[in-house]
């Protein structure tokens, strides 16, 4: 089955850039959803089809996929992007959805 | 405005069975792709099942033959018939809406509940 793995933790200064990857077998070849994840709350989507932002969502989130890596970088970096964050995408194959393990976001 | 509400959750003995309820607002089920998504105590998101705008279903290996997902229209209703519990199927689990285009599955959750949490133990 198909599998996506993310660094379980990233830290970063405030007004800093946060960079998240998630690594897959060729997963430049799929399109990747992010979500992010406050604690007692449900997750909230943040970038889709790897680099297209929601409503609501500040520009300072951007989304890159190529090759085995597709990355969420957040730049300005503030409080309030805390988190864990997961990537998401559709594995053709087994017709399953496929979650990575999520990165907590930390800021310092 | 989109709202989905899970029910049902609760305490199971391990073997045992639950269905969970998802009541969708402001759009319509049988028209979308609808999805439940798990998340175990301090763990990651976990795919369970979805099913399709054409009825079609899919669900995870580790769920496979045991979990049920349907819908009642008439409802606006989704569900998720759970046989079999296993002490590992202790989660909160989330109902979510698929958003998809012309490319089918390749879509992301665009909605999700609050979430029901399922509790198996003896």
């Known amino acids: 089955s198909y599998e996506l793995t993310q660094p379980p933790s990233v830290s970063v200064a405030p007004g800093k850039t946060a960079s998240i990857t998630c690594g897959g077998n060729?997963?430049?070849?799929?399109?990747v959803h992010w979500y992010r994840q406050k604690p007692g709350q449900a997750p909230v989507l943040v970038m889709y089809?790897?680099?297209d932002r929601p409503s609501g969502i500040p520009e300072r989130f951007s989304g890159s996929n190529s090759g085995n890596t597709a990355t969420l970088t957040i730049s300005r970096v503030e409080a309030g992007d805390e988190g864990d964050y997961f990537c998401?995408?559709?594995?053709?194959?087994?017709?399953?959805?496929?979650f990575g393990g999520g990165t907590k976001l930390t800021v310092l | 405005e989109v709202q989905l509400v899970e029910s049902g959750g609760g305490l199971v003995q391990p073997g045992g069975s639950l269905r969970l309820s998802c009541a969708a607002s402001?759009?319509?089920?049988?028209?979308?792709?609808m999805s439940w998504v798990r998340q175990a105590p301090g763990k990651g998101l976990e795919w369970v099942s979805i099913?399709?705008?054409?009825?079609?279903?899919s669900s995870a290996d580790s769920v496979k033959g045991r979990f049920t997902i349907s819908r009642d229209s008439s409802e606006n209703t989704i569900y998720l018939q759970m046989n079999s519990l296993r002490i590992e199927d202790t989660a909160l689990y989330y109902c979510?809406?698929?958003?998809?285009?012309?490319?089918?599955?390749?879509?992301?959750?665009?909605?999700w509940g609050q979430g029901a949490l399922v509790t198996v133990s003896s």
């Open positions: 979510a809406k698929f958003y998809y285009d012309s490319n089918g599955p390749v879509g992301y959750f665009d909605y």
């Open positions: 402001g759009f319509t089920v049988s028209l979308n792709y």
């Open positions: 099913i399709y705008r054409d009825g079609k279903t």
């Open positions: 060729n997963v430049g070849s799929k399109s």
């Open positions: 089809y790897d680099s």
């Open positions: 998401q995408v559709w594995d053709s194959s087994s017709e399953h959805q496929v």
